[in-house]
């Protein structure tokens, strides 16, 4: 479904990523896990275009999204929903208007139908009656959960999530990884989800990819991930024990 | 010391023309998607009463001062070339002229410059810190069509409505001047305008602002869309972008008066 291939991106004559290589099939749950500023976000945005690599390939069900004009890029990313760090609600919108903008746009339902589907959505994620409260209104983890909703509106095939539990509680990131895993269980989509909270990777990946100077230095299930015995690997788990 | 002046001075150089080439392809892009202007009729009313109807009360009271300042500087400036009678059958004309080719147009576009140009840079330049555009690429949805061409519909609609609205307050504002200061009559003032009133120059007040209002719009935008970091990001891309949108109406202003006079 996703092929990335010899991925490289540099900032400030520094390479972000240098030939990162991953193939994530339908129906998958990865988690890219690595140091803050590893370049897992780079990583995830390049997958929906955001940000354009150097060199290399991403091809989502064939097609090479690199260098693709805006109208082509708009119709893939259609495939998509993407939940962000701050969840990136529109702050001069309702929870409705937010939710429902992916509709409003993109299909010609009636407003009726529209507030009744994001109702839907907004029960999905465990919020139900919060359409007319506006974003500055919510506490940081409902945000996330109306990020959430719209990111499912269009019924995505991929959903991205970048950091789902930074900046949350402990108790809030419980609730929010739980959510995600239902999700993942329940809608069937495939999943991608960056952090550096190795309790969220393993309650909401099946697979891990670790990311290092640029590079997938690791790549297989959660028991693997948690059994390698691969220096950086082992590295990074202790680097995580001493930030809790 | 000559190596650094060189070299500051050609970075300023080369960043000028950088800032030019993104306005024009933002302008470039904006004109490509109007072609949804029907689709983004809410956000364009939006748009519309933000830039027009909101800046009506400083629009009101920068006219009226405006008028009024105009008609006394003017009484002024008449009393050592002509005599004190012909004052009288002069001072609405060429109030007026200033009013409707000059005053009004430029003042309204500063105006707008600073209220609405830099609030444009203000408002987008937090949306792109927060990751609200990139939320709107992901939604499938051109930032440009949806944020930018609004705004630059409203900026070019709105601006020539204000001006028009300016010039009546401007003249209201001389004309309590000539009235109660300078003893001349409400028939008096507006005979005189009347007489000297050429229509070229409302037309060409109008024009200027169109130009203006959809210039502002569009340095806002690209300003906005252009910003990088947090706070500090934010508030730097306003004073930008009302500084860059000044110096644009000045100088846009003296390109169209040779243009059109």
Redesign the interface.
Known sequence: MIEIQGVKKKFEGKWVLDGVDLSIRKGDTLVIVGKSGCGKTVLL?SM???IQPEHGKILIDGKDIIGLR?REL??I??K???L???A????SMTVEENVG??LM??TRLSSAEVSRKVSEKLELVGLPGIEDKKPAELSGGMRKRVGLA??LM?EPEIV?YDEPTTGLDPVTSVKINELIAEMNDRLKVTSIAVTHDMHSAFKIGRRIAMLHSGKVVFDGTVREFQKSKDPLVQGFLEYQRQEI | MIQAFSRRAGRSVLNFFREMGSFSILFVRILGSSGGVFKNRRLILEQMVRIGVDSLPLITVMSIFTGAVSAWQAAYQFKGILPGASTYDFLGAAVSAAILIELSPVLTGIVISGRTGASIAAELG??KV???I??L??????PVR?LAVPRFTAGWTMLPVLVVYSYWIAHLGACAVAYFQLGISVHNFFNSVQQYFLVRNVYSGLIKSAVFGGGTAVIGCSVGFGTEGGAEGVGFSTIKAFVISAAYILVADFILATILF
């Open positions: 945005k929906i275009g955001l805006h708009y119709r990313r259609k998509f929903g993407m962000f760090q701050g990136a609600l529109f702050d903008l992916p746009e993109h719209r990111a269009m991205l | 937090t949306m927060t990751e609200q990139d939320a690429e992901t939604l499938a949805i051109d949806f």
